[in-house]
């Protein structure tokens, strides 16, 4: 069983920056790609960035792709950390944040592809 344990969302002003984190336990998480997904209220859940567990390969949405770093630390027996550093905050990004892993053979944009999910953290940007 694979658990996924988020930090670091809160609140920023547009133009800030917030880096989160995602723990996983478990040593089959090792080799599983890890990503974030977001949802704004009443909005459906959209792919943010995800990236492989060896973390030399990465997928971003458009929309953060110039602002957004997906990255790894896979040298943990444990379980891999994925971080997400967030700069150039703009108040479209304020949703939950959501860290979602699995054994793809692809780093996927799509939710259904990831069948382990955190909890979720609030990122709340303000104007």
């Known amino acids: 069983q694979v658990q996924l344990v988020e930090s670091g969302g809160g609140l920023v002003q547009a133009g800030g920056s917030l880096r989160l984190s995602c723990a996983a336990s478990g040593r089959a998480s090792r080799l599983y790609t890890m990503g974030w997904l977001r949802q704004a209220p009443g909005k459906e859940r959209e792919f943010v960035a995800a990236?492989?567990?060896?973390?030399?390969?990465?997928?971003?949405?458009d929309s953060v792709k110039s602002r957004f770093t997906i990255s790894i630390d896979n040298t943990r027996n444990t379980g891999n950390t994925v971080y997400l550093q967030m700069n150039s905050l703009i108040p479209e990004g304020t949703a939950v944040y959501y860290c979602?892993?699995?054994?793809?053979?692809?780093?996927?944009?799509?939710?259904?592809?990831?069948?382990?999910w955190g909890q979720g953290t609030q990122v709340t940007v303000s104007s």
């Open positions: 979602a892993a699995d054994k793809t053979i692809v780093v996927s944009r799509s939710a259904d592809s990831y069948g382990y």
């Open positions: 990236v492989n567990w060896r973390g030399d390969d990465t997928n971003y949405a």
